[in-house]
Antibody, heavy 120, light 110 residues
Framework: EVQLLESGGGLVQPGGSLRLSCAAS????????MSWVRQAPGKGLEWVSGISTSGSSTYYADSVKGRFTISRDNSKNTLYLQMNSLRADDTAIYYC?????????????WGQGTLVTASS | QSALTQPASVSGSPGQSITISCTGTSSDVGGYNYVSWYQQYPGKAPKLMIYEVSNRPSGVPDRFSGSKSGNTASLTISGLQAEDEADYHCSSYISGSSLVFGTGTKVTVL
């Protein structure tokens, strides 16, 4: 059974940093592209970042480019999102999502999410 | 990249059919056959219902179907059931590994 478990969310002041982690199990982690998707309270989904199977290719939404960094450790079956210079509009539930296979395929499994609140 | 446009809400009676639209541009929906649809219950993670415009993952009822014409994709739910009441989100591949999602539609079963 595919399982994705996010952690690392919390309350942070604007301008601060957080590092999200996503522990994966139930599938061969190193064979699948991965993504982070967020959802602000009461709003729709927003794709944040994606990473290739090896980690050599990374992709970002314009809204987070230069502030967020996605990475993965295939030896630990873990996906990360380093978030710097957080702003109030980054407040959202952050979901880790496994892509169906490669870069063009959609997320097919999602974690339960971790809440990030950027507020003073 | 702007969000794809969906109606805020759609409603129907049990047994009826409803259709949710998802309008983009030639750079997203119209440019690729990589449109997906997700169902999301309050407080829960999204669930993939349709991929590559019209394909259903294993376990998704065949009451759910997808199609596309030009820059607009559609999700149709036939034989609407109470359990179908949820939020629905469309998405499209755009480039690299990037995706764009729709604004989301709340489906109400009357």
């Amino acid at each position: 059974e595919v399982q994705l478990l996010e952690s690392g969310g919390g309350l942070v002041q604007p301008g601060g940093s957080l590092r999200l982690s996503c522990a994966a199990s139930g599938f061969t982690f190193s064979s699948y592209a991965m993504s982070w998707v967020r959802q602000a309270p009461g709003k729709g989904l927003e794709w944040v970042s994606g990473i290739s199977t090896s980690g050599s290719s990374t992709y970002y939404a314009d809204s987070v480019k230069g502030r967020f960094t996605i990475s993965r450790d295939n030896s630990k079956n873990t996906l990360y999102l380093q978030m710097n210079s957080l702003r109030a509009d980054d407040t959202a539930i952050y979901y880790c999502a496994k892509r169906q296979k490669g870069a063009t395929t959609p997320p097919d499994y999602w974690g339960q999410g971790t809440l990030v609140t950027a507020s003073s | 990249q702007s969000a794809l446009t969906q109606p805020a809400s759609v409603s129907g009676s049990p047994g009826q059919s409803i259709t949710i639209s998802c309008t983009g541009t030639s750079s997203d929906v119209g440019g690729y056959n990589y449109v997906s649809w997700y169902q999301q219950y309050p407080g829960k993670a999204p669930k993939l219902m349709i991929y590559e415009v019209s394909n259903r993952p294993s376990g998704v009822p065949d009451r759910f179907s997808g199609s596309k014409s030009g820059n607009t994709a559609s999700l149709t739910i036939s034989g609407l059931q109470a359990e179908d009441e949820a939020d629905y989100h469309c998405s499209s591949y755009i480039s690299g590994s990037s995706l764009v999602f729709g604004t989301g539609t709340k489906v109400t079963v009357l």
